[in-house]
């Protein structure tokens, strides 16, 4: 059973900084490409970042260039969005998910397979 479970959300202040782990279990996800995903009340969920589980190059949307780092750490099978210079826009829930598309790097939600429950980010100004 795939599982994809999200921890490090928080509550933190403007211009701080927090890092998400997503941790994935079930399957072997080299081939796979990894994203995050943010969700703000009454508002779609959106693309944030992406990787290749085992590639190099990486993605971003625009809102968080340049502040955002996706990353990844196999042996802990295990993939990280640091998050610097936080602004209260980015409040939002953020969500871990993998597609087993073959080649290229998905950015849109229906491109994803599975996905995690969830972590609650909150950036108070």
């Known amino acids: 059973q795939v599982q994809l479970v999200e921890s490090g959300g928080g509550l933190v202040q403007a211009g701080g900084s927090l890092r998400l782990s997503c941790t994935a279990s079930?399957?072997?996800?080299?081939?796979?490409?990894m994203g995050w995903f943010r969700q703000a009340p009454g508002k779609e969920r959106e693309f944030v970042a992406a990787?290749?589980?085992?590639?190099?190059?990486?993605y971003y949307a625009d809102s968080v260039k340049g502040r955002f780092t996706i990353s990844r750490d196999s042996a802990k099978s295990t993939v990280y969005l640091q998050m610097n210079s936080l602004k209260p826009e980015d409040t939002a829930v953020y969500y871990c998910?993998?597609?087993?598309?073959?080649?290229?790097?998905?950015?849109?939600?229906?491109?994803?397979?599975?996905w995690g429950q969830g972590t609650q980010v909150t950036v108070s100004s």
């Open positions: 990787r290749r589980w085992s590639g190099l190059n990486t």
């Open positions: 998910a993998a597609s087993g598309l073959r080649v290229g790097v998905p950015m849109t939600q229906h491109e994803y397979d599975y």
């Open positions: 079930g399957r072997t996800f080299s081939s796979y490409a």
